[in-house]
């Protein structure tokens, strides 16, 4: 199958609520840009680099989505233009991507990674790490981010029980965050989990955001 018919496949299966976050990390602009014509408009990069030089060649309506692993001195790269960054694992990244954002007059969204995962390799905050950075005087006083919802990658495996219980437990953190005063610049609006192998599971457990590639765009 061609990669428009996967993405109108693709998009039929999702219900309305659910944004699909292309995941195009090592594909060439050309494989956006195909998707793109076919109306696809939110992409998803791990690298900064990358993502940089793919936006500065490709249309300027594009969201732009961090969804790897962040280190402090790359949010430069990126700070100018990225819509949102799903990757927060740890209070030091937050100061640094408000710090760049401010530098660009912009509020840069993002969303807290949650270690769901039992596998020792996937990054992420528990969920009382969360509630200290949501709840922070510190995080407060940082006016150039918004904190937009969770994020969570189930660990790899074909147990399906497994993984709806790990997607439970962030959905669950959500919900219990919702129901909560939370600060200003802070909404749980975003609950990204689901990739390729698991995404009609994140969905089943109150995804509204799935992080798409190799179902899309092949193996990479
Ligand atoms: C690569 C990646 C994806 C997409 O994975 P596929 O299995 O190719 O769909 C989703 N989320 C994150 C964080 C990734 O790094």
């Known amino acids: 199958m061609e990669l428009q018919a996967r993405l109108s496949a693709l998009r039929q299966k999702l219900p309305p ?11 060439p602009a050309a494989d956006i840009l195909e998707a793109y014509q076919a109306g696809q408009r939110v992409f998803g990069e791990n690298k900064t680099q990358e993502m940089a030089a793919k936006a ?11 969804i790897g692993h962040l280190q402090r001195n790359k949010v430069k790269n990126i700070a100018a233009f990225v ?18 954002a401010k530098r660009n007059g912009r509020i840069i969204p993002c969303l807290l990674q949650m270690r769901i995962a039992r596998e020792e390799t996937k990054h992420g905050l528990s969920a009382q790490q969360i509630k200290d950075i949501i709840f922070s005087d510190d995080v407060k006083q940082m006016s150039h981010l918004r904190i937009s919802g969770l994020m969570g990658m189930a660990t790899f495996t074909d147990n399906k029980a497994q993984v709806a219980a790990e997607f439970s437990s962030l959905r669950a953190l959500m919900n219990e965050l919702s129901s909560m005063e939370l600060p200003e610049r802070c909404q749980m609006d975003i609950c990204s989990m689901g990739m390729s192998g698991d995404w ?9 955001m799935v992080r798409i590639g190799s179902a899309l765009f092949g193996s990479r």
């Open 200 to 208: 009609e599971i994140g969905v089943a457990h109150g995804s509204n």
């Open 17 to 27: 609520q659910v944004t699909l976050v292309a995941v195009s990390k090592t594909k």
């Open 83 to 100: 819509s949102l960054i799903h990757s927060v694992d740890r209070f030091e990244l937050l100061a640094e991507i408000n710090k760049q």
């Open 56 to 66: 500065s060649e490709l249309p300027p309506d594009i969201h732009w989505h961090m």
